[in-house]
């Protein structure tokens, strides 16, 4: 990259990562042109391609920032929890207002826009720039399946079920138009009781 500096090149990724995650948000991928991204760093749209492949790249960079700063701050949250039984209701509760809230979070959990993009780069560039980073999804599993007092050993199957569960928020749109966001509040109140006393066992208490 003739003309910049190390400082220069590793400052103008980071301005692109995050005007990107800002623009990605508000008005998502198919509607955020390059040029609003380079207008937004200061840079030529030609300088765009110096740095990333196209904007289908730079998005896939911004939702892998995104999922690794959410599992990271999961583990947090779930360290206070005193049970495992707590630790399962705090983090459902934490994937649910991330899905409620996040545009990112949403698309690429939701909508698996994060694996439709990666379908359509050469294999080789999946794996040299978007390794498997440590899934949200997979914190959650990973975490739970070590616990002998929860009810599934394996993770892959809890992530399934995860992303299973990530579906229902699709009808939170639904529940607004037809009846109240209060109504859907309460149903995905019920679903989380429901799994927290489903996937942890019953009969002990936590020593």
Do not use: C
Request: charged share 30%; proline share 3%.
């Amino acid at each position: 990259m003739k003309g910049f500096s190390e400082d220069e090149r590793e400052r103008i990724r980071a301005e692109l990562i995050e005007a990107g995650k800002e623009l990605f948000t508000a008005i998502g991928l198919e509607r955020t042109r390059v040029r609003d991204l380079t207008d937004e760093v200061g840079i030529g749209t030609s300088t765009f391609y110096q740095f990333f492949d196209s904007k289908g790249t730079l998005y896939l960079t911004v939702l892998d920032h995104e999922v690794e700063r959410i599992a990271q701050s999961y583990e947090g949250k779930l360290d206070s929890a005193p049970d495992i039984r707590s630790e399962v209701r705090l983090g459902l509760e934490a994937l649910f207002e991330e899905l409620e809230t996040n545009p990112l979070f949403y698309r690429a959990v939701v909508e698996n826009e994060r694996q439709q993009l990666l379908r359509n780069l050469p294999p080789e560039q999946q794996l040299g720039n978007f390794k498997e980073g440590r899934d949200t999804l997979v914190t959650l599993a990973e975490r739970w399946t070590r616990n002998p007092r929860f009810q599934l050993d394996d993770p892959v199957a809890v992530v399934d079920l995860l992303r299973l569960l990530s579906q229902t928020v699709r009808l939170r749109e639904q529940f607004e138009t037809l009846s109240s966001i209060e109504e859907y509040e309460s149903a995905r109140n019920v679903l989380i009781d429901s799994l927290v006393h489903g996937l942890t066992d019953q009969d002990h208490t936590e020593d």
